[in-house]
């Protein structure tokens, strides 16, 4: 008698069991069309997130290339393995320079950068590296709910390459020597007669004034990079040195740098005195260090985890923790916080490929500055 009950409730539940996957077929019509589409493209998609798990399982390792800062690798390589931890060969690794930039390029493109499964794609060279990524329809999974990254960190054309950093240009001061309400309220301040003759640091290469470009239009920011060199200000290479310099009371306020690097020389300065503020309209880079997975990967799947937990907000607290450039898709991010309300000009995926022709011709509207000795 057990036994008949037995065999009708494991019947029933057998019966439920493939009622509700016919039902979940059933309504999904948009999953299937999607996964149509993509392949129709070229594209790979998955249609569940298990999949991609079991034959991550299989692959048990990961090398992944990256813009972040090397001080972040290990607790994110910490809460991945946590996570999955039957991929227990991970190797995070950042690509420094250029050169090195453009030897890795070479090598990819030759078919000898083996045993990479994602490249970090430099400004400089974005639009070289799409030919050699591996064509998953990333935002299409991601829309699907296939793999839980926002769509905003996801190339919407190429649709397989994924950012989930941002960076914010803010104006860094000493608050000892200049009182915030003599800080610019926005970027035409800067052209006041009480800013000329080297009352502030500019970077040689202006990134802080290509990022206007989206918000301005190129002609607007070429006008205002004529005028900002005519107001002669202290040529200086690099974002560390400016904040140094302001730290130590040899300038008072800078032009633009990066919230990140700002924030990380706040948390070192013995006097208390580095300081910023966001002007409008804030520049923002939503694409700021992206990345691909190399159609060489030879663990592709376990790479495509990897790229979601950097999404996830586990990932992006330990990447705001460690480096406060989390992306500004992720709420409480400090991109989002300090941006919010505010009017914005965004590098997207559209003007990441173009940065560097703006910073060119800004340069040339510069005159070619020197950094001073």
């Known amino acids: 008698m057990r036994i008949t009950i037995l065999n009708k409730m494991v019947g029933s539940s057998t019966l439920l069991l493939m009622l509700a996957a016919t039902h979940a077929i059933a309504a999904s019509p948009n999953l ?3 996964q149509q589409e993509a392949e129709a493209k070229g594209y790979i998609f998955f249609t569940t997130h298990d999949e991609i798990v079991a034959m991550a399982k299989k692959e048990g390792k990961l090398r992944a290339g990256t813009g972040l800062d090397p001080a972040t690798y290990k607790p994110l390589v910490n809460g991945f393995k946590q996570k999955y931890p039957f991929i227990t060969d991970i190797r995070v690794e950042e690509i420094q320079g250029t050169e090195a930039h453009q030897r890795l390029l070479l090598e990819i493109k030759a078919g000898q950068a083996k045993g990479w499964d994602i490249a ?6 974005a639009q070289e590296y799409m030919p050699y990524l591996m064509k998953h329809d990333i935002l299409g999974m991601s ?3 296939v793999l839980k990254i926002h769509p905003g960190m996801i190339h919407p054309v190429e649709r397989h390459t994924v950012d989930v950093t941002s960076n914010v240009t803010t ?5 000892k020597l200049i009182s915030e309400d003599k800080v610019p309220d926005k970027w035409e301040d800067f052209l006041k007669p009480e800013f000329k003759g080297r009352k502030f640091v500019a970077d040689i290469r202006p990134l802080a004034v290509a990022n206007l470009v989206p918000f301005w239009g190129l002609e607007r920011t070429l006008d205002f990079a004529r005028k900002l060199a005519a107001q002669q200000p ?12 302001i730290i130590a009371g040899e300038h008072s306020l800078s032009l633009g740098i990066n919230f990140q690097n700002v924030k990380r ?7 208390g005195s580095l300081n910023y503020k966001i002007i409008d309209p804030v520049p923002i880079r939503i694409v700021e260090q992206p990345v691909g997975i190399l159609n060489t990967a030879d663990h592709p799947h376990a790479a495509l985890l990897w790229l979601e937990f950097l999404a996830s907000s586990e990932g992006q607290e330990i990447v705001d923790k460690y480096e406060f450039k989390a992306s500004v898709f992720s709420p409480n991010s400090a991109a989002a916080q300090v941006t919010g309300g505010k009017k914005l000009s965004v590098i997207d995926w559209d003007h990441f490929t173009k940065v560097q022709e703006y910073i060119e011709k800004i340069i040339a509207a510069f005159g070619f500055p020197k950094a001073d000795k």
Do not use: C, L
Not at 120 to 125: P, Q, S, V, Y
Not at 234 to 245: D, E, F, K, Y
């Open 32 to 34: 299937v069309k999607a």
């Open 143 to 145: 829309k699907q709910g």
């Open 265 to 271: 020389h706040m948390s070192k300065d013995p006097t």
């Open 234 to 245: 202290v040529w200086i290479r690099g974002a560390s040195r400016m904040n140094t310099a």
């Open 171 to 175: 104006v860094p001061y000493n608050r």
């Open 120 to 125: 970090a794609i430099r400004i400089e060279f």
